[in-house]
């Protein structure tokens, strides 16, 4: 069964606190892996997508990379405005174009 | 920057109602998902709509759902007779493309209160 776990599940940082959120994944055949930040009472808003082993993407202070079995998010020197809950979804080639969703992992900044 | 349009925001229903939900994908979108979110559970697909038909469907969606693209630009999510289950954010999504390169635009969502 395709499954996404994320780790962990809340995060607390002081501004300016480098981190890194998890994102293990269990899939029949990777097509992407995405990234998306959700702030609440809104829908996910899209950050990254990474299709192969090796890849990395970066923009602002987030940088996602991709292994075989896992995507991390790092954080570098956070800021209050990057608080919101962070979800890691894949696309498996048996699935269509369906994602599947992790639970998500809320990120709190505080300053 | 184009956006996914949702409505209504929020709406509560008695069990037992037909509810439906609108949204207005991006215009040059092709392919057309609803997924919900349980109160503090993950994000669920529920059905992708592409050329005016059903692409895929969750185990989710059964017979008491439905959706439609009625014009040009709506896309709707039918309820035909909720359960108190069916309490929970559902999300309209939009992409330009299927497969891998699907990047979803999301709208803010419709919170359902089913009483």
């Known amino acids: 069964e395709d499954q996404v776990t994320q780790s962990p599940e809340a995060l607390r940082l002081q501004e300016g606190e480098s981190s890194s959120l998890n994102c293990s994944y269990t899939v029949s055949g990777l097509r992407g892996l995405f990234w998306y930040r959700q702030d609440p009472g809104k829908g996910p808003e899209f950050l990254f997508t990474?299709?192969?082993a090796g890849e990395e993407k970066e923009k602002e202070r987030l940088k996602a990379t991709l292994t075989k079995k896992e995507s991390f998010l790092h954080i570098t020197a956070p800021k209050p405005e990057d608080s919101a809950t962070y979800l890691c979804a894949v696309q498996a080639e048996q699935a269509g174009t369906a994602l599947i969703f992790g639970k998500g992992t809320t990120l709190s900044v505080s300053s | 920057e184009p956006e996914v349009t949702q409505t209504p925001s929020h709406q509560v229903t008695q069990m037992g109602q037909e509810v439906i939900l609108r949204c207005v994908p991006i215009?040059?979108?092709?392919?057309f998902y609803w997924y919900r979110q349980i109160l503090g559970q993950k994000v669920e697909f529920l059905v992708s709509?592409?050329?005016?038909?059903?692409?895929?469907k969750s185990e989710i969606f059964d017979d008491q759902f439905s959706v439609e693209r009625p014009d040009g630009s709506n896309f709707t999510l039918k309820i035909r007779s909720t359960k108190l289950e069916d309490s929970a954010m559902y999300f309209c999504?939009?992409?330009?493309?299927?497969?891998?390169?699907?990047?979803?635009?999301f709208g803010a969502g419709s919170r359902l209160t089913v009483l």
């Open positions: 990474l299709y192969s």
């Open positions: 215009s040059n979108h092709l392919y």
């Open positions: 709509f592409y050329n005016n038909e059903i692409s895929e």
């Open positions: 999504a939009s992409s330009e493309y299927p497969g891998g390169k699907n990047v979803l635009t």
